[in-house]
């Protein structure tokens, strides 16, 4: 386990993995949900061909349906939106059901199985 321990007010402590200088003046990141470490910058998820920062869920279904993927209908799992590449591919997209509690592995996940694609970048 490596990073910072920083201590609160209340003498809590919490581990800082990723330390930066705004990660100690912060609690909570500016952006909720795409930082990895208090402070830390928030990372967008980019479609290159267009140079594009997806936004929404529209705009990434469309851009995953345009390279092959199609929605898969889970009913056992209501809170996630998931995607497959093909019936005859293992290649699958699990991501949250609202667009703003998409975190940085989840951009990650989609420029793995789509690397000339998408890019993940900071804010």
């Excluded at 140079?51 to 929605?71: A, F, P």
């Excluded at 990650?108 to 890019?119: A, C, G, L, P, T």
């Amino acid at each position: 386990m490596s990073g910072v321990w920083v201590f609160d007010k209340n003498g809590v402590a919490r581990l800082v993995t990723n330390p930066t200088r705004e990660s100690f003046e912060q609690k909570e990141p500016p952006f909720p949900g795409t930082a990895t470490a208090p402070g830390a910058r928030p990372r967008l998820l980019v479609y290159l061909p267009e140079n594009q920062v997806i936004r929404s869920y529209t705009e990434l279904e469309q851009r995953l349906n345009q390279l092959g993927w199609s929605r898969y209908h889970n009913y056992q799992h209501p809170s996630l939106v998931q995607f497959h590449k093909s019936d005859n591919s293992s290649h699958l997209l699990s991501l949250p059901k609202s667009f703003a509690n998409f975190k940085s592995f989840h951009f990650y996940d989609i420029v793995v199985k789509n690397r000339s694609f998408f890019e993940v970048r900071e804010a």
